[in-house]
């Protein structure tokens, strides 16, 4: 299933819109979560026309029981790109901060459900496996079922394969996950795969390998 583009989002400068909360969502740990967060972050500030001085951005860390990405952030403090802030503690921002959009990095397990609160949108990357399979259809189920007390206004956006080989392994796999998309209601597009790349698992954040889905799910989002 294709996204469908929505019309042309304005710049940093246009008048402020409501800050928008989109959550990067799996059920267990290991799924990339965190390398899509910090991304999709760097890439949407990008396109919102964000600044060191004007960030259009906040990245919150909820995933309390590793911490991966503040971590990260915390011995590497340059690839907080221009736009992009990372937000202390669990709790979103007021309106007066001024943010377009907050990413939210979210737990793996039981704990994932309850980080959730408040998203507006949510993003599934999957790791193309046989398990990565069943814990995506875990996940799905887990997320109809407590939607409604967690987030009832949240939408659920799209699935986005990470670390993808050229492989007949993870050509099968994906045929399956497009299955499972496809048996969603309503069904879930699938974004453009995200290859596994040295640049990738480096974190490397002019690597291009997000490109495509970071666009085709920021036109779909309408930020």
Do not use: C
């Not at 299955?179 to 969603?184: E, L, M, Q």
Request: proline fraction near 9%; charge should be neutral; avoid cysteine.
């Amino acid at each position: 299933m294709t996204l469908m583009a929505a019309p042309p989002t304005t710049d940093a400068r246009s008048p402020v819109k409501a800050t928008k909360v989109l959550a990067v969502g799996s059920q267990k740990g290991g799924a990339a979560k965190s390398t899509t967060s910090l991304y999709l972050a760097t890439r949407f500030a990008e396109y919102l026309g964000g600044t060191e001085e004007n960030p259009v951005v906040g990245l919150l860390d909820r995933d309390v029981t590793s911490k991966n990405l503040s971590e990260m952030l915390r011995l590497h403090p340059e690839m907080v790109r221009p736009g992009v802030r990372l937000l202390p503690g669990k709790e979103l921002p007021g309106a007066s901060e001024g943010l377009r959009l907050v990413v939210i990095d979210t737990p793996p397990g039981i704990a994932a459900i309850d980080s959730l609160k408040s998203a507006d949108l949510l993003v599934v990357p999957v790791i193309p496996s046989q398990q990565g399979a069943v814990n995506l259809v875990q996940y799905l189920r887990n997320i109809k079922g407590q939607r409604v007390s967690v987030s009832p206004h949240m939408r659920l956006l799209a699935l986005l394969p990470a670390a993808v080989r050229n492989t007949k392994l993870h050509r099968e796999v994906l045929a399956t996950i497009g299955d499972i998309a496809g048996t969603y209601d309503p069904p879930l597009p699938m974004l453009p795969p995200v290859p596994l790349r040295t640049a990738i698992e480096e974190w490397n954040l002019d690597a291009h390998e997000y490109d495509a889905a970071a666009k085709e799910l920021f036109e779909y989002a309408r930020i």
